[in-house]
């Protein structure tokens, strides 16, 4: 299936305003994928206890300042339950342009409306990232910024996933219609199953919604299918990060074929 692009005027804005981009990192897996990705600075580690020699030879490595602190003054320092016995500061991380991420030619962006649960948001974001997904979507308010404790949950996600910061999902879901690329969202009362989805190997942007009231009705109005994931038991629905792991991975095994 194709779709002629339609022509918008230019749009500017400042995505950034507001919006915490995952400038301290927590926890070993984070810290770890940070110097493994190397797409923005780490300017400053502290370490506490044993077992840590190799990512202290990273840091030192990549020029960080590294400053090894008591157990007491890392949990002082850290933002997350267990810090794992690191902590960084690093550069915020950079923005992906959205034009940019909707013109890949098989564009496989995830987007996350209301999303305020941090714990959520790291996980799919992590879920996203190791399906595949070429970037996401994340909106600057009504929605959890990029806090230490979503790169925790993340595990490193957010060093590898393009991400982009939009204003309101709805109004990045009419931009992705009129470049061609189309919408799915996921709902409960879905009229489609995500088993069958018909544009799965087609650019599209797999949205899920906020913990407990979902899609909001934009968003859903915007959206070319809405799918559901098929359930078997009495639970009436998913937590919004497993739902989008399974809508991701579902994506993942139709364009596998």
Known sequence: MTREPKRRPAHRENPTEGVGRGEQVEGRRAVEELFRAGTRRARTVWLSGDGLGDLEERARAAGARVHRVTATELTTRARTASPQGIVA??????????DTLLRAPFAFLVALEGVTDPQNLGAALRSAEAAGATGALLARSRAAPITPVVTKAAAGAVEHLPVTIVP???????RARDRAVWTVGLDVAGDTSIHELPIATQPLVL?????????SRLARDRCDVVARIPMAGTTPSLNVATAL???CFEIARARSR
């Not at 500061?89 to 959205?98: G, I, K, S, T, V």
């Not at 309101?168 to 009419?174: C, E, F, M």
């Not at 899920?208 to 009231?213: L, T, V, Y």
């Open 207 to 215: 949205v899920a919604g906020a913990e407990g009231r979902g899609l």
């Open 245 to 247: 792991a399974l809508g």
């Open 89 to 98: 500061a690093a550069d915020p991380l950079p923005l992906a342009d959205l």
């Open 168 to 174: 309101g999902i709805p109004a990045a879901l009419a």
